[in-house]
């Protein structure tokens, strides 16, 4: 847990999560990459974009968070990759507007420079192939020639939006999780597994909103230990507990687990396996 004080700058007050650039800040110059016949064009249209209310900047957050998601579990990717991934999004959002950049592009480009921080590379190929796949929700078989436009686009943005992630974030890229204290706090409750397994879900969940920006990681594995144990005593659950009492209290929106390796891996959680970050 080293890395705590180094991530307090990027936790941020009540007031400025509440007014974040995409719903406080003037309209921006569109960022894009097309030819230049067409940039005027397009900053033109942008500069009609309205500002965005707090619940719709609330929205694309929960929309990228879930983006990230769906293409690192398509690459098998462990959990501490996708959520590096995430909070590397919400940050990037404290200091960009939304309205500027398109959550597909900065979050296929967190993603792919959060494989190469925890070590568990990609090929940029991979990355771009399954991010162009959840992009076309109609198609989830689509596949891109990679001689075509498409693809290019598809890289060149990527890599401009590596770079702009890591200036914007001033390449600070320590990010401490909430998962090594659920794994702590359960071994010293001695939680049964389907509560160490929902309390795992919750924090998944957590990342869709900004509340990596505002608590310490010890905070937050706190707080989601609490709600899956109100969860646990809630009436429905209890009706239930006779039916299987082993089952999650809530579903995992990603199978999360500590591997023996040490790294969080995508089948269970083992508290006899805990990373040191």
Not at 213 to 223: F, I
């Amino acid at each position: 847990m080293d890395n705590i004080h180094n991530a307090n700058h990027w936790n941020f007050s009540e007031h400025e999560l509440m007014h974040p650039p995409s719903s406080s800040a003037p309209p921006p110059s569109l960022t894009v990459t097309a030819s230049s016949q067409n940039l005027h064009q397009h900053q033109q249209q942008h500069q009609q974009i309205p500002l965005l209310t707090l619940a719709d900047d609330r929205d694309f957050r929960a929309k990228a968070a879930r983006f990230i998601y769906n293409i690192g579990l398509s690459l098998k990717l462990p959990a501490n990759v996708i959520a590096t991934a995430q909070v590397f999004m919400h940050r990037f959002y404290m200091r960009e507007s939304f309205r500027k950049h398109r959550y597909q592009d900065v979050s296929t480009a967190a993603l792919f420079l959060a494989t190469k921080v925890e070590e568990n590379a990609r090929r940029l190929k991979q990355v771009i192939q399954v991010a162009a796949q959840r992009a076309l929700k109609s198609d989830l078989n689509h596949k891109i020639d990679e001689s075509s436009r498409e693809f290019k686009n598809w890289w060149d943005n990527t890599l401009y939006y590596e770079e702009l992630i890591l200036s914007t974030l001033c390449w600070d890229l320590n990010v401490d999780y909430p998962y090594e204290w659920i794994l702590k706090l359960c071994k010293l409750l001695k939680a049964p597994a389907h509560l160490k397994a929902s309390a795992w879900a919750v924090v998944n969940d957590s990342y869709r909103l900004p509340l990596c920006l505002q608590y310490k990681s010890q905070e937050l594995a706190c707080g989601c230990m609490t709600v899956a144990l109100t969860i646990s005593l809630s009436p429905m659950r209890l009706s239930s507990d006779h039916k299987n009492p082993d089952s999650p209290l809530v579903s995992p929106s990603f199978p999360a687990a500590v591997s023996k390796e040490g790294n969080f891996g995508a089948t269970a959680v083992d508290d006899n396996n805990i990373r040191d970050f």
